[in-house]
């Protein structure tokens, strides 16, 4: 649509901060976005202050009233061993929006280092490489990350690594491809005249072309990077007990469902699927606000 | 000249079409008017950005979903586009409108055979499969390809650029349209493909008889072909007329300036610059006052800076939209280089030549699917002097830069040598001097220039590696460097997409001066470029050689360009050098037959026709070149068996001329109006 129209050209050095300006404007304009943010913020604030605004203790027990429904004065009920779910649910946002954007940034970092060599060299590097990553992509990634965690006993930082790891070869395949129409630009060629070394060309000159699909493979991996941790720390690997943890609470909780204490499970899990609801819808905003 | 009784085939009535940008509307035609009769060939002219495609856009109703005919009207046949329903637009469009694309690549589906595709545009005019099929094969035979029935089995891909353009116009013809839009039809094209493009379309109009709508930014393309000519200049029509007439006395200072900027035989870069159009097209959207052109325009008074001028009739059958028609002829002309012929003259020079390439080769593949781009190629280039690199695509001259810059390896055996050193494969076993002393300005600045880079950090990096340079020296050359390329330290922050195109090409200029080089390839450096923006890149590369005694080895396809700015010609086909020698030599010839046909395949905006010699047939691919002479597939001077099965010596004469032919010399072609005055 716009190959028709002629070029404007707007004052010189405004041009960037009007593109930026633009996309945050178009941003800003898109309901699905809104309704994303404003749920990610929410837990974002949660994660932050909820410790210190939550009606009770969240590792506080309280045996005589264990697995209470829903009143006012626990509005989420209690657990099995008197615990306030309701605290538990928002604290419970700390451990999740702590490790999934770190796995998220291991995991782009890696993959992008990954996708620069294997796209800008080529040939054998990127054939030995890419097969390398289709092994790992071939298999089913939580199955990939139990076996990693259970070699090396889980921890916060390793569930990070191991996550981050798993995502790599799939951030390295969007970048890869990014890096493939650039190269054969002639400022590639034009850096190789100057005598430039091959980590300058992928830095300086190639990364900053790549950027968009960068940001939104991040943005689509921390929905991913969410939904696989809680899933470790409902299989146990991921977030240790006692540390409230909504995958972790489903897993501690679920076998009393069958008594119809639906409460100590249903908040755990909505938590869940609305945080990566909002990731989704922001992500999804964002790539389209970036193709235009 | 046209009878009232038969309304037009086209006619505009004060169409004005604007795009909506960022919720403004911006203006891009406004207030066009003219009429193209039954029969005719209408030329539209126009730089970038001056709404030439838009036309054709709007008279089929097709714009793009942000664009809209804000005003007047658009007729064909006598009937409004405008006010068609849908059914009649489709009519409209199926049976009185073709139009032809400029990229044929794209216009036509990759996965279809060119028979289906062919045979569909009959169908939907309702004929049966079979007949469609008959009609298909009949149509390609009227467009002059020569076994239809083998065409019709391909698929695009395996045709050439040339042959799928024909089967587009072929399919264009299938309904017989009364208008025929044909958009840039030969711009991607070789100059010996474009030739016979343009003469197809010439048999073709007499044949069909349809009015014919040619849109080009080529002025010696509608110099050759159309009866009349439009030259629009941001989104106004700002001259008309018969074509020849006014080619050859233009009324509107623009016209007049695009004709100029051309450079044309006769000029050479130690005469006379070439003329230019200072300054730059308004941007959309900006609503000027008085007239459109006067900023730009060396005759502009109060009154055009004020008075928007109307079109005023100027002759018979010609309007000009100029307050000064009159005196258009008085537009002042760029002086004659003060001293003229100070630069180093062509000759056999002595001395060391900054470049010498010995028994260069370049094989792509292995046997038996080996190609080979670069055969046993020799040539030398003194410094301060330029090498022009003639050839058509394929013909190894991308090659032989790569090869030259350390891009691409050659095959083991040749030599390259710089400045008496030889000169690595690979650009890491090079020394600094050498990486210094070559550097390239490439075809499309959009490209060549990191789109993230500002222009000072294009141009510092540059300084940084190549000169050396740090902190506020670095900062310093920056800015030199940019005067010296005619841009000033405004452009500085400014990112590549904020530069117009011609700005971009001076800062890739400015960055392969960066380490004061002694060798610069300039690879098609203007083909991406306006005629106006060309005259002056092609000027600063000029005064930068005289300058800095910089040698260039320059590469076009465009004759005119290596014409202006070469010292000595090389003439490249399929990777064999055809022919040699210093420039006026190869222009004068005695020619080698392809270079003959290079020459008359230039069209001229004098419009002559005349004396033109044709080349038949595709270009041999490069897998299975002919034997004996690689040209002989395509030579219109084939003497004999000896052409098909020994290739002819390659000596040269006392000036250093070197043709590859078995033709004596005296009865090779020469130049009827000598390239040198």
């Given at each position: 649509?716009?190959?028709?129209?002629?070029?404007t050209e707007?004052?010189?050095?405004?041009a960037?901060e009007?593109?930026?300006?633009g996309?945050?404007?178009?941003?800003?304009?898109?309901?699905?976005?809104?309704?994303?943010?404003?749920i990610?913020?929410?837990?974002?604030v949660?994660?932050?202050?909820?410790?210190?605004?939550?009606?009770?203790?969240?590792?506080?027990?309280?045996?005589?009233?264990?697995?209470?429904?829903?009143?006012?004065?626990?509005?989420?009920?209690?657990?099995?061993?008197?615990?306030?779910?309701?605290?538990?649910?928002?604290?419970?946002?700390?451990?999740?929006?702590?490790?999934?954007?770190?796995?998220?940034?291991?995991?782009t970092?890696?993959?992008?280092?990954?996708?620069?060599?294997?796209?800008?060299?080529?040939?054998?590097?990127?054939a030995?490489?890419g097969?390398?990553?289709?092994?790992?992509?071939?298999?089913?990634?939580?199955?990939?990350?139990?076996?990693?965690l259970?070699?090396l006993?889980?921890?916060?930082?390793?569930?990070?690594?191991?996550?981050?790891?798993?995502?790599?070869?799939?951030?390295?395949?969007?970048?890869?491809?990014?890096v493939?129409?650039?190269?054969?630009?002639?400022?590639?060629?034009?850096?190789?005249?100057?005598?430039?070394?091959?980590?300058?060309?992928m830095?300086?000159?190639?990364?900053?072309?790549?950027?968009?699909?960068?940001?939104?493979?991040?943005?689509?991996?921390?929905?991913?990077?969410?939904?696989?941790?809680?899933?470790?720390?409902?299989?146990?690997?991921?977030?240790?007990?006692?540390?409230?943890?909504?995958?972790?609470?489903?897993?501690?909780?679920?076998?009393?469902?069958?008594?119809?204490?639906?409460?100590?499970?249903?908040?755990?899990?909505?938590?869940?699927?609305?945080?990566?609801?909002?990731?989704?819808?922001?992500?999804?905003?964002?790539?389209?606000?970036?193709?235009? | 000249?046209?009878d009232?009784?038969?309304?037009p085939?086209?006619?505009?009535?004060?169409?004005?079409?604007?795009?909506?940008?960022?919720?403004?509307?911006?203006?891009?035609?406004?207030?066009?008017?003219?009429?193209?009769?039954k029969?005719?060939?209408?030329?539209?002219?126009?730089?970038?950005?001056?709404?030439?495609?838009?036309?054709?856009?709007?008279?089929q109703?097709?714009?793009?979903?942000?664009?809209?005919?804000?005003?007047?009207?658009?007729l064909?046949?006598g009937?409004?586009?405008?006010?068609?329903?849908?059914?009649?637009?489709?009519?409209?469009?199926?049976?009185?409108?073709?139009?032809?694309f400029q990229?044929?690549?794209?216009?036509?589906?990759?996965?279809?055979?060119?028979?289906?595709?062919v045979?569909?545009a009959?169908?939907?005019?309702?004929?049966?499969?079979?007949?469609?099929?008959?009609?298909?094969?009949?149509?390609?035979?009227?467009?002059?390809?020569?076994?239809?029935?083998?065409?019709?089995?391909?698929?695009?891909?395996?045709?050439?650029?040339?042959?799928?353009?024909?089967?587009?116009?072929?399919?264009?013809?299938?309904?017989?349209?009364?208008?025929?839009?044909l958009?840039?039809?030969?711009?991607?094209?070789?100059?010996?493909?474009?030739?016979?493009?343009?003469?197809?379309?010439?048999?073709?109009?007499?044949?069909?008889?349809?009015?014919?709508?040619?849109?080009?930014?080529n002025?010696?393309?509608?110099?050759?072909?159309?009866?009349?000519?439009?030259?629009?200049?941001?989104?106004?029509?700002?001259?008309?007329?018969?074509?020849?007439?006014?080619?050859?006395?233009?009324r509107?200072?623009?016209?007049a300036?695009l004709?100029?900027?051309?450079?044309?035989?006769?000029?050479?870069?130690?005469?006379?610059?070439?003329?230019?159009?200072p300054?730059?097209?308004?941007?959309?959207?900006?609503?000027?006052?008085?007239?459109?052109?006067?900023?730009?325009?060396?005759?502009?008074?109060e009154?055009?800076?004020?008075?928007?001028?109307?079109?005023?009739?100027?002759?018979?059958?010609?309007?000009?939209?100029?307050?000064?028609?009159?005196?258009?002829?008085?537009?002042?002309?760029?002086?004659?280089?003060?001293?003229?012929?100070?630069?180093?003259?062509?000759?056999?020079?002595?001395?060391?030549?900054?470049?010498?390439?010995?028994?260069?080769?370049?094989?792509?593949?292995?046997?038996?699917?080996?190609?080979?781009?670069?055969?046993d190629?020799?040539?030398?280039?003194m410094?301060?002097q330029?090498?022009?690199?003639?050839?058509?695509?394929?013909?190894?001259?991308?090659?032989?830069?790569?090869?030259?810059?350390?891009?691409?390896?050659?095959?083991?055996?040749?030599?390259?040598?710089?400045?008496?050193?030889?000169?690595?494969?690979?650009?890491?076993?090079?020394?600094?001097?050498q990486?210094?002393?070559?550097?390239?300005?490439?075809?499309?600045?959009?490209?060549a220039?990191?789109?993230?880079?500002?222009?000072?950090?294009?141009?510092?990096?540059?300084?940084?590696?190549?000169?050396?340079?740090?902190?506020a020296?670095?900062?310093?050359?920056?800015?030199?460097?940019?005067?010296s390329?005619?841009?000033?330290?405004?452009?500085l922050?400014?990112?590549?997409?904020?530069?117009?195109?011609?700005?971009?090409?001076?800062?890739?200029?400015?960055?392969?001066?960066?380490?004061?080089?002694?060798?610069?390839?300039?690879?098609?450096?203007?083909?991406?470029?306006?005629?106006?923006?060309?005259?002056?890149?092609?000027?600063?590369?000029a005064?930068?050689?005289?300058?800095?005694?910089?040698?260039?080895?320059?590469?076009?396809?465009d004759?005119?360009?290596?014409?202006?700015?070469?010292d000595?010609?090389?003439?490249?086909?399929?990777?064999?050098?055809?022919?040699?020698?210093?420039?006026?030599?190869?222009?004068?010839?005695?020619?080698?037959?392809?270079t003959?046909?290079?020459?008359?395949?230039?069209?001229?905006?004098?419009?002559?026709?005349?004396?033109?010699?044709?080349?038949t047939?595709?270009?041999p691919?490069?897998?299975s070149?002919?034997a004996?002479?690689?040209?002989?597939?395509?030579?219109?001077?084939?003497?004999?068996?000896?052409?098909?099965?020994?290739?002819?010596?390659?000596?040269?004469?006392?000036?250093?001329?070197?043709?590859?032919?078995?033709?004596?010399?005296?009865?090779?072609?020469?130049?009827?109006?000598?390239?040198?005055?």
């Amino acid at each position: 649509m716009s190959e028709a129209l002629p070029l404007t050209e707007p004052a010189p050095g405004l041009a960037r901060e009007a593109r930026t300006r633009g996309v945050v404007g178009r941003l800003l304009r898109t309901p699905s976005f809104l309704i994303g943010i404003t749920i990610l913020l929410f837990w974002a604030v949660c994660a932050v202050f909820a410790p210190s605004f939550v009606p009770y203790d969240p590792y506080a027990d309280d045996l005589l009233n264990t697995l209470q429904p829903p009143s006012a004065e626990h509005w989420f009920g209690t657990d099995q061993i008197g615990r306030d779910v309701f605290s538990r649910v928002l604290v419970g946002a700390r451990a999740i929006l702590t490790i999934a954007p770190l796995a998220t940034l291991v995991g782009t970092v890696a993959g992008t280092a990954i996708g620069l060599i294997t796209g800008y060299f080529g040939g054998w590097v990127d054939a030995i490489i890419g097969r390398l990553l289709e092994v790992m992509l071939s298999l089913p990634l939580i199955i990939v990350a139990l076996l990693v965690l259970v070699a090396l006993g889980p921890s916060t930082p390793t569930v990070v690594v191991v996550v981050g790891l798993v995502f790599a070869p799939l951030v390295a395949r969007t970048v890869r491809a990014a890096v493939l129409t650039e190269r054969h630009l002639d400022y590639v060629a034009a850096a190789a005249v100057r005598g430039e070394s091959a980590p300058y060309i992928m830095s300086v000159e190639i990364l900053p072309n790549i950027t968009p699909p960068i940001i939104v493979e991040g943005t689509v991996r921390l929905g991913y990077a969410i939904f696989t941790i809680a899933s470790l720390s409902f299989l146990g690997f991921g977030v240790q007990p006692p540390t409230p943890d909504w995958g972790l609470a489903i897993a501690e909780n679920y076998g009393v469902l069958i008594g119809g204490f639906w409460w100590t499970v249903v908040f755990d899990t909505a938590a869940t699927a609305s945080l990566i609801v909002g990731v989704n819808l922001a992500a999804e905003s964002l790539q389209r606000a970036l193709a235009e | 000249m046209t009878d009232p009784a038969v309304p037009p085939v086209l006619r505009l009535d004060d169409m004005s079409v604007s795009y909506r940008i960022r919720g403004r509307a911006v203006p891009v035609l406004s207030q066009v008017n003219l009429s193209i009769a039954k029969g005719e060939v209408y030329g539209l002219v126009g730089e970038s950005g001056s709404g030439k495609s838009t036309v054709a856009l709007a008279v089929q109703r097709v714009l793009p979903a942000n664009g809209r005919m804000s005003g007047g009207r658009a007729l064909i046949n006598g009937r409004d586009v405008g006010a068609l329903d849908r059914a009649a637009l489709l009519q409209m469009r199926a049976r009185e409108v073709a139009m032809v694309f400029q990229d044929p690549g794209r216009a036509l589906n990759p996965s279809i055979t060119i028979g289906r595709q062919v045979a569909e545009a009959f169908e939907i005019l309702g004929a049966s499969g079979h007949e469609a099929r008959r009609r298909a094969e009949e149509m390609l035979t009227r467009v002059r390809i020569s076994s239809p029935a083998r065409v019709m089995e391909r698929y695009p891909h395996q045709l050439s650029g040339g042959m799928q353009q024909r089967v587009v116009i072929a399919m264009a013809l299938a309904k017989d349209p009364s208008l025929l839009i044909l958009d840039e039809p030969t711009t991607g094209l070789d100059a010996t493909i474009e030739a016979e493009i343009l003469d197809l379309v010439d048999t073709l109009r007499r044949e069909f008889g349809a009015s014919i709508l040619f849109i080009s930014h080529n002025l010696g393309a509608i110099a050759g072909l159309c009866d009349r000519v439009g030259v629009l200049y941001a989104g106004r029509l700002v001259e008309e007329g018969p074509v020849r007439d006014l080619f050859a006395d233009p009324r509107h200072p623009y016209t007049a300036g695009l004709l100029r900027c051309l450079p044309r035989p006769g000029l050479r870069k130690d005469l006379a610059p070439l003329d230019t159009i200072p300054g730059f097209p308004p941007a959309p959207g900006s609503i000027p006052v008085g007239c459109v052109f006067a900023p730009r325009c060396a005759l502009a008074d109060e009154t055009c800076r004020t008075i928007d001028p109307p079109l005023v009739t100027t002759g018979a059958g010609r309007v000009s939209r100029c307050h000064h028609h009159d005196r258009v002829g008085d537009l002042p002309h760029a002086v004659p280089r003060a001293a003229a012929g100070t630069l180093a003259p062509a000759g056999a020079s002595t001395g060391t030549p900054v470049l010498e390439l010995t028994a260069l080769s370049k094989t792509y593949g292995s046997a038996p699917y080996a190609v080979q781009a670069l055969r046993d190629v020799s040539l030398r280039l003194m410094p301060g002097q330029t090498l022009g690199l003639v050839g058509e695509s394929g013909s190894g001259k991308s090659t032989l830069a790569h090869a030259l810059l350390g891009l691409i390896a050659p095959d083991a055996g040749g030599g390259m040598a710089l400045d008496g050193a030889a000169l690595a494969p690979e650009v890491r076993r090079r020394t600094a001097e050498q990486i210094k002393t070559l550097q390239i300005v490439f075809q499309n600045p959009d490209s060549a220039l990191n789109r993230s880079h500002s222009v000072r950090r294009l141009i510092g990096r540059a300084i940084t590696r190549l000169g050396g340079l740090k902190g506020a020296q670095r900062e310093a050359q920056v800015t030199r460097l940019l005067e010296s390329v005619r841009l000033t330290a405004r452009q500085l922050s400014a990112r590549p997409r904020q530069l117009s195109g011609g700005m971009k090409q001076r800062v890739a200029v400015a960055r392969a001066f960066a380490g004061n080089p002694r060798l610069v390839v300039c690879d098609e450096p203007t083909s991406a470029l306006d005629v106006s923006v060309q005259a002056a890149i092609l000027n600063l590369l000029a005064e930068l050689q005289a300058e800095r005694q910089v040698a260039y080895l320059l590469i076009s396809h465009d004759l005119g360009v290596v014409r202006y700015l070469s010292d000595w010609i090389a003439v490249l086909y399929l990777g064999r050098l055809l022919e040699v020698g210093p420039a006026a030599r190869v222009l004068d010839g005695p020619h080698h037959p392809y270079t003959e046909a290079l020459l008359s395949a230039a069209p001229s905006v004098s419009g002559e026709r005349t004396g033109r010699i044709r080349l038949t047939g595709a270009i041999p691919s490069g897998v299975s070149p002919p034997a004996g002479c690689l040209f002989h597939t395509r030579c219109p001077r084939r003497i004999g068996p000896i052409c098909d099965t020994e290739e002819p010596p390659f000596t040269a004469d006392a000036h250093g001329h070197a043709i590859r032919c078995h033709l004596p010399r005296a009865e090779l072609g020469r130049s009827l109006a000598p390239a040198t005055a």
